[in-house]
């Protein structure tokens, strides 16, 4: 079983919508969850990171930790085609170390 | 503020071939991460250097070496080609520190691609 596993999808929904993308992960350990974007031929960059279970929000984006299932999610609200790209979901193996372990990745379209 | 810059872009190896790739971290960063990615694969952790010494390593064969030099610029070297390392080599630098969470941020990888 993989560490973290993510749906590759694809994806495909209509601008404006809500975006829903999941991941689940094993091994309970002390852990960051992160969610990276990807563009096509570049580098991943950061969404945003949490370490609590709950919700944390950053503008149209909101990330969510269950850790009593081990679930995360990533909600994209009022989608915009510029958000097309892959999704990658990531877990740090401690506070500090930045030795990701990440999900598939989903690859995500918005259609105009 | 410079970007976490990778050279080359793409390369093309043949198989038992050796390979090296370099990264320029970005500034005031003196930690580098390497991972790799295969097509339609979320990355791997390869291996990690900090201040020039190997901090952690992924489950990658000893082929797969690196070095870091004293401007925390790094080199990723793979010896003995494998059809199966054709992949996306990314590069990602980071600053550990006293604060909640610090951000790796990643280079736009070097495309290998072995024949």
């Known amino acids: 079983q993989k560490e973290v596993e993510q749906d590759p999808g694809p994806l495909s929904v209509p601008e404006g919508a809500i975006v829903s993308l999941n991941c689940t992960y094993s091994?309970?350990?002390?852990?960051?969850f992160m969610w990276y974007r990807q563009y096509s031929r570049k580098g991943p960059e950061l969404l945003m990171y949490?370490?609590?279970?709950g919700n944390k929000e950053d503008g149209r984006f909101t990330a969510q930790v269950d850790k009593s299932s081990k679930y995360i999610s990533l909600f994209i609200r009022d989608s915009q085609p510029s958000d097309s790209a892959t999704y990658l979901c990531?877990?740090?193996?401690?506070?500090?170390?930045?030795?990701?372990?990440f999900g598939q990745g989903t690859r995500l379209t918005i259609n105009p | 503020e410079t970007g976490v810059t990778q050279s080359p872009t793409h390369l093309i190896k043949t198989r038992g071939q050796q390979v090296t790739l370099r990264c320029s971290s970005q500034?005031?960063?003196?930690?580098v991460s390497w991972y790799q990615q295969a097509l339609g694969q979320g990355p791997q952790f390869i291996f990690q250097?900090?201040?020039?010494?190997?901090?952690g390593r992924g489950n990658f064969p000893p082929r797969f070496s690196g070095l870091q030099f004293p401007n925390y610029s790094s080199e990723l070297n793979v010896n003995a080609l494998e059809l199966d390392d054709s992949a996306l080599y990314l590069c990602?630098?980071?600053?550990?520190?006293?604060?909640?969470?610090?951000?790796?941020?990643f280079g736009p990888g070097t495309r290998l691609t072995v024949l």
């Open positions: 250097y900090y201040r020039e010494e190997e901090n």
């Open positions: 091994n309970s350990a002390f852990q960051y």
């Open positions: 949490t370490y609590s279970s």
């Open positions: 990602a630098s980071s600053s550990p520190g006293a604060t909640d969470y610090n951000e790796q941020f």
């Open positions: 990531a877990k740090d193996l401690r506070q500090g170390a930045q030795k990701l372990v």
């Open positions: 500034s005031g960063h003196n930690t």
